[in-house]
């Protein structure tokens, strides 16, 4: 049984027990005269227009494509809600909100809660981009090609294409904090597990 019946399966006896119990009594001989045909209510045929495309694939507003500052770099920015406080470092480690999508088009190619990464580990444009936030802060990057993928492009993303991040700094961790927490997990792992307490 797949997996698409074992989930339909429930759905089968809410149509097939009502379409039986409206179906009325079942005859015991033929009826002699014959009935008019039943006409059946056909549902108008909607627009392929109505119809919504899958995967959903979101296109963001153009509005919400263009940034109103510009860092030496050529990489363009907005901070659309600030907040004060420590900015971390290239060494370090984030949390964040993102969405992430073309800049010419609007097509969204990636988004994520709460993922956590270093910020040296990504492209040029986003890990500059996140040592502007302070934590709870939220801004717009507008990353040219050269600070993105390049000229090759990556995935669903097209050669020369700049991009555009929606970027919330939720928390981040310096390295040495990190590799704390690391060596404490570790050693709670490698510990021996505690003996169960005798029952009487």
Do not use: H, W
Not at 7 to 32: H, N, R, Y
Not at 45 to 50: I, N, P, T
Not at 99 to 128: C, K, L
């Amino acid at each position: 049984m797949s997996i698409l019946t074992r989930a339909l399966s429930p759905l089968a006896a809410l149509v097939v027990v009502p379409l039986a119990l409206t179906a009325g009594p079942v005859a015991a001989a033929p009826v002699a005269r014959k009935a008019a045909p039943a006409k059946l209510a056909v549902a108008p045929v909607k627009a392929a227009a109505d119809i919504i495309p899958l995967p959903l694939k979101p296109t963001v507003p153009a509005s919400q494509r263009v940034c109103s500052a510009k860092a030496p770099s050529g990489l363009g920015y907005a901070m659309l809600r600030t907040a004060s406080g420590a900015k971390p470092a290239a060494e370090d480690f984030v949390l964040v909100n993102y969405i992430g999508y073309i800049a010419a088009t609007g097509a969204v190619f990636d988004q994520g809660m709460q993922a956590a990464f270093p910020v040296n580990g990504v492209i040029p444009g986003f890990s500059e981009g996140l040592q502007m936030l302070s934590k709870g802060g939220i801004a717009r990057l507008c990353i040219p090609f050269a600070l993105g993928y390049g000229a090759q492009g990556s995935g669903p993303i097209p050669p020369s294409a700049d991009l555009v991040f929606q970027v919330e700094l939720l928390d981040y961790k310096t390295g040495a904090e990190v590799a704390a927490m690391r060596k404490a997990q570790e050693a709670a792992e490698a510990a021996p597990a505690p003996a169960p307490a005798p029952q009487n």
